[in-house]
């Protein structure tokens, strides 16, 4: 099995938190700041913890985290786009790449659930 580091969907979502991270920095509303940091910060970070795991149940289970994960992070980008925290440009493009992590999630689920 690959370690985590080696995933694309890992890199991916690990960039994506940090993009995120930079562009909330300064915003005042912490509990919006705090939500869409923490969601975004899941993903990369469940799939690391199932990577770390000792059986591919578990491993499963910590990647459907990090899917649900994703789902959270998008509905938060569409709220932030409705109240003007995140400009539309922006907001479609995290909403593509959260929507193809949460693919990629999906295929992999798919694949460690498969193995004998």
Same mark, same amino acid.
């Given at each position: 099995m690959a370690q985590f580091e080696e995933l694309?969907?890992?890199?991916?979502?690990?960039?994506?938190? +940090?993009?995120?991270?930079?562009?909330?920095?300064?915003l005042k509303d912490?509990?919006?700041?705090?939500?869409?940091?923490?969601? +975004?910060?899941?993903?990369?970070?469940?799939?690391?913890? +199932?990577?770390e795991r000792d059986s591919d149940k578990e491993t499963a289970n910590f990647l459907n985290y990090a899917k649900g994960s994703a789902g959270e992070l998008?509905?938060?980008?569409?709220? +932030?786009?409705?109240?003007?925290y995140i400009d539309r440009k922006t907001g479609k493009t995290w909403l593509t790449e959260a929507e193809e992590i949460s693919r990629m999630l999906?295929?992999?689920?798919?694949?460690?659930?498969?193995?004998?």
């Amino acid at each position: 099995m690959a370690q985590f580091e080696e995933l694309e969907v890992w890199k991916r979502s690990a960039r994506l938190s +940090g993009e995120i991270y930079k562009s909330f920095s300064g915003l005042k509303d912490f509990g919006f700041r705090d939500q869409i940091t923490r969601s +975004g910060l899941s993903i990369p970070s469940n799939i690391a913890e +199932g990577y770390e795991r000792d059986s591919d149940k578990e491993t499963a289970n910590f990647l459907n985290y990090a899917k649900g994960s994703a789902g959270e992070l998008r509905t938060q980008i569409y709220i +932030g786009m409705d109240i003007g925290y995140i400009d539309r440009k922006t907001g479609k493009t995290w909403l593509t790449e959260a929507e193809e992590i949460s693919r990629m999630l999906h295929g992999l689920i798919r694949s460690v659930r498969a193995r004998p």
